[in-house]
């Protein structure tokens, strides 16, 4: 049964959605294990791909014509893993949510969906990924089905380390590498570089959104960087900034080096830009403001596009 504060099933922290207001009542509970209700997860899923395509465009200075379905199939695929990969966390997690203010109005721990139907769920989504997956070169295949390692760790990292949102930034940004590879062929410095600004950024946005749950987690025992750096929370998310900041620098470099000065320049301003946005989120970040840090988190979006014009003015000069 649904929980008590919440109508039709409804998620306790996401409301208003299309989900509530339009999907048909049989499949909510099923969107709503894939997070289709909260968006913003499946953009910063998405975005650490097209950054890789866009520097590999930039690296090789070609615009070919299966970039445009890399592009698509980047934005179809991140969908469907990203709500595979929610599912298979909710699956893990369903005795955890179950002590969570904010989590047990989830579909599997409110009694909407059973275990055995939240698993066939997450096939049939991954499946599709799959069948899209397929479609790109060789090199992106293997790194997509290597890349069901870290999702398949993930949700366990909470209980065996106080750093779960490296596990997670490993995850959310594969899609650097697997895209950069797509398009070059191959990996390079640039590629790598770049990935590692993705698990610095991530570090930075999902710090924050643990800073939700850091009581409930206490309690049961749920281990996160907000719980380990608590007070100095602030001091640490500096130092992810200017981390983010500077390997997205150092793999435009990598990549673009030998273009021209104007070129080079302005696909540099894609690491400013990300950086005065994540400074902007720092100067209102308030860890006992719940609400405060759900909406940052969520502006995160808007951060990690930022970059995406100034490496398409670059590749076009």
Not at 195 to 203: F, P, V
Request: glycine fraction near 10%.
């Amino acid at each position: 049964m649904p929980e008590a504060g919440t109508s039709a099933g409804r998620v306790s922290d996401s409301v208003g959605n299309w989900v509530d207001r339009r999907a048909p009542a049989a499949l909510q509970p099923y969107l709503r294990l894939s997070r289709a209700d909260r968006p913003a997860g499946t953009w910063l899923l998405l975005l650490p791909c097209w950054w890789g395509l866009a520097l590999a465009m930039l690296s090789t200075g070609q615009a070919r014509p299966g970039d445009l379905w890399l592009f698509v199939g980047a934005g179809i695929g991140a969908f469907l893993m990203r709500g595979a990969g929610c599912t298979w966390n909710d699956i893990t997690d369903r005795h955890i949510d179950a002590g969570v203010a904010r989590t047990r109005s989830r579909p599997i721990p409110s009694g909407q969906v059973s275990v055995r139907q939240a698993l066939a769920w997450m096939a049939a989504q991954a499946l599709v990924a799959l069948a899209i997956l397929l479609t790109f070169p060789p090199v992106a295949i293997l790194l997509g089905v290597v890349s069901l390692a870290p999702v398949a760790i993930y949700p366990f990292a909470k209980r065996f380390t106080w750093w779960p949102q490296v596990f997670l930034g490993i995850a959310f940004n594969w899609g650097a590498l697997l895209l950069y590879a797509a398009h070059a062929g191959r990996l390079e410095p640039a590629a790598f570089a770049l990935y590692a600004a993705g698990i610095a950024w991530t570090l930075f946005y999902d710090t924050i959104y643990a800073h939700q749950d850091v009581e409930d987690d206490a309690l049961i025992g749920v281990k996160s960087t907000a719980r380990l750096f608590g007070s100095r929370s602030r001091r640490w998310l500096r130092g992810f900034l200017v981390a983010a900041v500077l390997l997205m620098g150092l793999a435009v470099l990598l990549a673009a080096g030998d273009r021209s000065v104007l070129s080079l320049v302005i696909a540099l301003g894609g690491p400013w830009a990300l950086g005065w946005h994540l400074a902007w989120q720092l100067g209102r970040f308030d860890a006992d403001d719940p609400a405060q840090c759900l909406r940052l988190f969520r502006s995160n979006r808007d951060a990690g596009l930022l970059p995406l014009p100034f490496f398409a003015i670059a590749f076009l000069l």
